[in-house]
């Protein structure tokens, strides 16, 4: 059974910084692509970022330069390290992960097998 257990949210000021991780097991880590993605209140999932098995990276527009997504395989982890976060950051945060998914839909919550519980991320003074 996969688990996928999210952890490091909490609340920051602005230009903060706050680092997210996912554990996971019941899979073969190496082998998944691994995403972020967030839910504001009253507000549909919006894909943050992706790590395909490969290593290769994808991101939202409006995190680039600010997010970076990192796994390490041997501790079947995977990262969000989230710099100069803005208050409309704020959002529940959720791991996502999927053995078969394809790049044009990378950013496509529904294409993903695999979901964690979530973690509050809030930005605010």
């Not at 952890?7 to 190496?30: E, I, K, N, Y």
């Not at 982890?77 to 959720?94: G, R």
Request: aromatic fraction near 12%; charged fraction near 15%.
């Amino acid at each position: 059974q996969v688990q996928l257990v999210e952890s490091g949210g909490g609340l920051v000021q602005p230009g903060g910084s706050l680092r997210l991780s996912c554990a996971a097991s019941g899979l073969t880590f190496s082998r998944y692509s691994m995403a972020w993605f967030r839910q504001g209140p009253g507000k549909e999932p919006e894909f943050v970022a992706a790590v395909r098995y490969s290593g290769h990276t994808y991101y939202l527009d409006s995190v680039k330069g600010r997010f970076t997504i990192s796994r390490d395989n041997a501790k079947a982890t995977v990262y969000l390290q989230m710099n100069s976060l803005k208050p409309e950051d704020t959002a529940v945060y959720y791991c996502a992960a999927d053995q078969s998914i394809i790049l044009s839909s990378i950013r496509t919550a529904g294409a993903y097998d695999h979901w964690g519980q979530g973690t509050q991320v809030t930005v605010s003074s």
